[in-house]
């Protein structure tokens, strides 16, 4: 425990701590030992499609349901518990993402159901001849819903394409495309699948200097598990994460300030209060789930010993799981440098550690085959990435083989992707 300060708490899985220039490094053992479903021996390096959950997350869902829940609005405990449930679970979302505030979390079932949901309501407010900004670089789940509500609203799309062959997404690429009808930028933290993490911060700035309505929506679904987020700093009006990839449940949320919400009109039910964030959120809720995403914040913010409010240990926490994974990057990138049957999609200038490739002469599929007789999880496919498998030509041949690291990965991990990926040298068709 050397350079552990004395008042540092060790609840949570944090083990012993390594103090780093960065800070302290993560346990990764005793991570792992958090997530039972880790001891079946796989190598998990399919989180960018969703991550395990560890015991702690189980256990608060589980607990909601023994404990009791009622539907939202009685007057009894039970609903009152869910109530609790639904108002912690937008305190953890704020606290994750530096939100304004946690009356401004809408949640939900998936980040692609909000998107919908905000581009049916962010719609209403734009005019024929407005304009909104697209990139070539999202996941469909960022695109598709605003081209829909576009063309109903008689709104022009304009694409922001990555650069060839890093696949970048310079800034001044989307700062091309705005001008003063722009009413959207949507764009990503981080790509899915090639990783590239754009320069939000400038891109925001350049879409202000543009118009005056514009609203910056951002993708935080890839970048959120992969390093601290301040949603302000980034410049994201509205900012949407997936709780399934960070170690919580099958949930979403997008997360703006209140006074934003109250300006847009989602369709609702009419027996619905029309209050925010509860007119965005359509039926009845998963309370035992929001029981659950809270505890997955918790658990993110444990990965650390640390002092302080929650969003401090996350900073510190999400901050060692950054300089955790971009060690395992590294190892990927370097062991897959000298294969020359790998060929890697993109080299971003700054990424999260996420790595897209083909292995010459062979399907995708095959790959990913290959893998999972290894017990190596990989995907392969578009991956949702549909826009950038269709803009360099790779979506008709089966796109590309996905490999991710998470909080739980270990050396060992990356080591046996590379060893059934030496093994392929020469096994392709062409
Ligand atoms: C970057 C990114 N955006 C959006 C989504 C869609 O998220 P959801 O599955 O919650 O709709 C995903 C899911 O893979 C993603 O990786």
Known sequence: MSGVPADVSTSGVAGAPRATAQG????????????????????????????????????????????????????????????AHARAARQAVADLLGAPDPDGVVLGPSTTALTFRFADALAKTWQ???????????????????????????????????????????????????????RLVAVTAASNVVGTRPDLPAIAAAARAASDQVLVYVDGVHAVPHGAVDMGALGADLMATSAYKWSGPHLAAVAGAPVLLADLHPDKLDSVVDVTPD?????????????????????????????????????ASMTAVEAHESGLLCRLLDGIAPMVHVERIGAPTRQAPTVWFRVRGMHPDEVAQACAR??????????????????????????????????????????????????LAGAGRR
């Open 24 to 83: 302290f490094a993560l346990d990764v053992a005793a991570v792992r030992s958090a997530y039972p479903a880790l001891s079946d021996g796989w190598a998990y390096l399919d989180g960018a499609a969703g991550t395990q959950v560890p015991e702690a997350v189980i256990a608060a869902e589980s607990a909601a349901y023994r404990q009791g829940l009622g539907n939202h609005g009685g007057f009894f405990a039970a609903a009152q518990r869910s109530a």
């Open 128 to 182: 024929p001849g407005d304009e909104i900004v697209l990139t070539r670089l999202d996941h469909d789940a960022n695109v598709r819903p605003w081209v829909l509500a576009a063309a109903r609203a008689g709104v022009t799309v304009r694409w922001a394409d990555p650069v060839l062959p890093s696949l970048d997404l310079p800034t001044e690429v989307v700062a091309a495309q705005v001008g003063p009808r722009t």
């Open 279 to 315: 007119r965005f959120e359509r039926g009845t809720p998963p309370f035992a789930q929001h029981a659950g995403l809270a505890a997955a914040v918790d658990h993110l913010a444990g990965l650390l010993p640390g002092t302080g409010d929650r969003r401090a240990r996350l900073l």
């Open 374 to 423: 290894a017990r190596v999880n990989v995907w392969s496919g578009h991956n949702y990435a549909w826009e950038l498998a269709g803009f360099l030509g790779i979506r008709e041949s089966g796109s590309a083989v996905r490999a991710g690291m998470s909080c739980y990965t270990d050396p060992s991990d990356v080591d046996r992707l590379l060893e059934v990926l030496a093994s």
